[in-house]
Each structure stands twice: as structure tokens, then as C-alpha cells.
């Protein structure tokens, strides 16, 4: 009995520092793309104001690496082609994303995760700009700007879709 808890004890503990190390090492190598999906209201690069009126609206679509742009009504399919994170010059958070099509370039440089970023485009368009995020796809302030919901707008449920709701067959 002793051999065969030694064995167990030692295989958990394999399986301990195993997970350890793929949950280390590829958090480092895998890293999920800085997330541009929204709408975003185009200045020239010096303009501060985001109530004025942009040059520009670009509607970002993220899946991934992969990127839907509609610029002024113009869509186009982008991949990201690299994002470059520069700790050592500006800190750990200062990124710089390309996206490219054949011979269109957008980059958006600035902080991670950040609702303002400097946006220079190649190709299709060409200018630098300051680019303010709007819109969020998927934060609660986009789907109900208010911060209420009308009647109309209330998810309904009915007894045959709600799985708290029980019904019996027998009757």
C-alpha cells in the first residue's frame, strides 16, 4: 500500500507542475488580440474635442485576428499582421497593431485595451488620425445607452423555452 500512494502522490504532483507549466509558459506565447471592435470617430491629430464632428466613422467587426472595417462606408477584410507590445520604450501596456489586405495598411498605436489610439492608414486610405472608440459591441453602455429598458424591450419567456418553468405531460 505504501508503493501505490507514493506512485499516486507522485503522479499528482507530475500533473500539478505539468498544468503549472502549460498555464505559465502559454499565457506568455498565446495572447488573445487587443479587442478594436466598435465604432470609431476619426480626428485630425491634434483635435481633443470628441463632441465635434469626426472626418471620419470606421465600424470595426473582430473575430480574432481577423477584422471587418467599414470606413465611411467603405468595407474591407483585414488580418492583423502583427501586434508588437514596446515595454521597453513607453512601458508594458504601449501596443502597436497592424492590419493588412494585399496593399492596405491600418495601425492603430497607443495603450492596450485604450479608447483612443493614434491610426495610420496606407493604401485604400492614407492619413494619420486620432482615433476615439464610440462604441463598444459588446459593453451593457451600447446595447442600452439610457442605462433603462422600456417595456417593449424586456426579454419575454414563455413556459415552453424556460427551463425553470415545468410542465406535466401526464395531464
Same mark, same amino acid.
Not at 32 to 61: C, F, K, M, N
Not at 82 to 90: L, S
Not at 106 to 131: D, Q
Given at each position: 500500500?505504501?508503493?501505490?500512494?507514493?506512485?499516486?502522490?507522485?503522479?499528482?504532483?507530475?500533473?500539478?507542475?505539468?498544468?503549472?507549466?502549460?498555464?505559465?509558459?502559454?499565457?506568455?506565447?498565446?495572447?488573445?488580440?487587443?479587442?478594436?471592435?466598435?465604432?470609431?470617430?476619426?480626428?485630425?491629430?491634434?483635435?481633443?474635442?470628441?463632441?465635434?464632428?469626426?472626418?471620419?466613422?470606421?465600424?470595426?467587426?473582430?473575430?480574432?485576428?481577423?477584422?471587418?472595417?467599414?470606413?465611411?462606408?467603405?468595407?474591407? !477584410?483585414?488580418?492583423?499582421?502583427?501586434?508588437?507590445?514596446?515595454?521597453?520604450?513607453?512601458?508594458?501596456?504601449?501596443?502597436?497593431?497592424?492590419?493588412?489586405?494585399?496593399?492596405?495598411?491600418?495601425?492603430?498605436?497607443?495603450?492596450?485595451?485604450?479608447?483612443?489610439?493614434?491610426? !495610420?492608414?496606407?493604401?485604400?486610405?492614407?492619413?494619420?488620425?486620432?482615433?476615439?472608440?464610440?462604441? *463598444?459591441?459588446? !459593453? *451593457?453602455? !451600447? *446595447?442600452?445607452?439610457?442605462?433603462? *429598458?422600456?417595456?417593449?424591450?424586456?426579454?419575454?419567456?414563455?413556459?415552453?423555452?424556460?427551463?425553470?418553468?415545468?410542465?406535466?405531460?401526464?395531464?
Amino acid at each position: 500500500m505504501r508503493r501505490a500512494t507514493s506512485v499516486y502522490i507522485l503522479m499528482m504532483l507530475a500533473f500539478a507542475v505539468g498544468l503549472w507549466a502549460i498555464l505559465s509558459f502559454g499565457s506568455l506565447l498565446l495572447r488573445a488580440p487587443t479587442d478594436l471592435a466598435g465604432v470609431w470617430h476619426v480626428y485630425s491629430p491634434g483635435h481633443e474635442q470628441e463632441d465635434a464632428d469626426p472626418l471620419h466613422v470606421v465600424r470595426i467587426d473582430q473575430s480574432g485576428r481577423y477584422f471587418q472595417v467599414n470606413f465611411d462606408g467603405h468595407s474591407m !477584410s483585414l488580418k492583423q499582421a502583427g501586434e508588437q507590445i514596446d515595454a521597453a520604450r513607453t512601458g508594458p501596456d504601449h501596443v502597436t497593431i497592424r492590419l493588412i489586405n494585399g496593399q492596405t495598411e491600418l495601425m492603430f498605436v497607443g495603450t492596450a485595451g485604450a479608447e483612443v489610439y493614434t491610426l !495610420s492608414a496606407r493604401g485604400r486610405w492614407n492619413g494619420t488620425w486620432r482615433a476615439v472608440r464610440v462604441e *463598444r459591441p459588446h !459593453s *451593457r453602455r !451600447s *446595447r442600452d445607452p439610457t442605462g433603462t *429598458r422600456t417595456a417593449s424591450a424586456a426579454h419575454t419567456i414563455s413556459p415552453r423555452t424556460d427551463p425553470t418553468i415545468q410542465i406535466d405531460a401526464r395531464l
